[in-house]
C-alpha cells in the first residue's frame, strides 16, 4: 500500500510560478515511476509529467513542456513539480500518481495504480 499527498496548490496570476509536492508513504520502495495529472471540470485528466523513481527520467505533456519541471527526492519520498509561466488554462485540479512497475504506460492514468486526493491549483488572468 502506498500513501501519496499532494500539497503547494493555492490561487496565483497568470505568469506567475507554483511548486506542487507529492510525499509518498507506505512501500515506497515498491514505486517505479510517479505521475502528474490534472483534470479541468468536464474534461479527461490529462497527462502533465513524470519521473522514474531510480533513474529519474521524466516526460513531459505537450502543454506543459518548456515550462513545468518535474523532479524528486528519493530520500524524502517526495516528487515535486515546479510550475513556471503559468496560463488561466492550466487551473485545475492536480494528481499525484505512481506506478508498481507491474505495468506502466507514461501518460495512461489507467496505469498507475497509486492516486493522491488532489490539490486545486487556479490561475487568474
Known amino acids: 500500500q502506498v500513501k501519496l499527498v499532494e500539497s503547494g496548490g493555492g490561487l496565483v496570476q497568470a505568469g506567475d510560478s507554483l511548486r506542487l509536492s507529492c510525499a509518498a508513504s507506505g512501500r515506497t520502495f515498491s514505486i517505479y515511476a510517479t505521475g502528474w495529472f490534472r483534470q479541468a471540470p468536464g474534461k479527461e485528466r490529462e497527462f502533465v509529467a513524470a519521473?522514474?523513481?531510480?533513474?529519474?527520467?521524466?516526460y513531459y505533456g505537450d502543454s506543459v513542456k518548456g515550462r513545468f519541471t518535474i523532479s524528486r527526492d528519493n530520500a524524502k519520498n517526495t516528487v515535486y513539480l515546479q510550475m513556471n509561466s503559468l496560463k488561466p488554462e492550466d487551473t485545475a485540479v492536480y494528481y499525484c500518481?505512481?506506478?508498481?512497475?507491474?505495468?506502466?504506460?507514461?501518460?495512461?492514468?489507467?496505469?498507475?495504480?497509486?492516486w493522491g486526493q488532489g490539490t486545486q491549483v487556479t490561475v487568474s488572468s
Open positions: 500518481a505512481a506506478d508498481n512497475g507491474t505495468y506502466y504506460s507514461t501518460k495512461d492514468p489507467l496505469s498507475y495504480d497509486y
Open positions: 519521473i522514474s523513481w531510480s533513474g529519474g527520467r521524466t
